[in-house]
């Protein structure tokens, strides 16, 4: 066996976490995974008497720190802006994410009803995300693309589109909101959402009933 110690295994440990946090499209999961990696790199370099590594790891946790800080705290300014569907932007979004959209709606097919809901969310002005839904019942919208993009995947947005934006789907006649989960990643984020799976016409689908959001 390989003579090494705790201590060791401790700096792989980190070593390994920063590299994975590197690999994250989404700025909140590379902090958080880059805030575990510089925690175990600061305790390493102390316990093996490296304080520089220690040090500067130690700082690089409080960097991290202040900006999870800023992420979750600092106030955003969220807007929807209705959808054209013959817009140059939108087919020059659908072409740019295409294969992002594909590996969570594999069966998206790229175009929109006459009877669709469709609007991007601004998040500081930013085109963050974009929903598309289709009249399925006389009171429910069936979701065909719930889509953020990877730098703004922290629920945010889905939380604002679900729980901030009633109303809006209220106003249009909506009181139920329904999905497919194609992939284990999407049934998660859904569930997130607070849709519920049930059984609809012999299919597994997922329901999230809407109600004011006004006091």
Not at 169 to 196: P, Q, R, V
Request: charged share 20%.
């Amino acid at each position: 066996m390989l003579n090494i110690d705790w201590a060791e295994w401790l700096g792989y440990s980190a070593s390994i976490l920063i590299l994975i946090s590197l690999l994250m499209s989404s700025i909140a999961k590379l902090r958080w995974i880059n805030l575990g990696g510089s925690i175990l790199f600061s305790l390493y370099g102390f316990l093996i008497g490296a304080l520089p590594v220690g040090i500067v790891n130690l700082c690089i946790t409080i960097i991290n720190i202040y900006h999870l800080t800023k992420i979750y705290k600092v106030k955003e300014y969220f807007r929807i802006l209705p959808i054209n569907p013959d817009s140059e932007y939108l087919q020059y979004f659908f072409s740019f994410y295409k294969e992002d959209i594909k590996k969570y709606l594999p069966q998206f097919n790229f175009r929109i009803a006459e009877n669709s809901v469709g609007f991007y969310v601004l998040r500081n002005l930013v085109p963050a995300g974009i929903f598309l839904g289709e009249k399925y019942e006389e009171d429910a919208l069936l979701v065909q693309l719930d889509f953020v993009i990877p730098e703004y995947r922290d629920f945010k947005i889905g939380k604002y589109i679900y729980e901030d934006q009633k109303n809006y789907f209220l106003n249009l006649g909506y009181t139920y909101l329904y999905s497919h989960a194609i992939t284990e990643k999407h049934k998660s984020y859904l569930l997130k959402m607070g849709f519920k799976e049930v059984i609809k016409n012999n299919k597994k689908m997922f329901v999230k009933g809407i109600s004011s959001s006004e006091k």
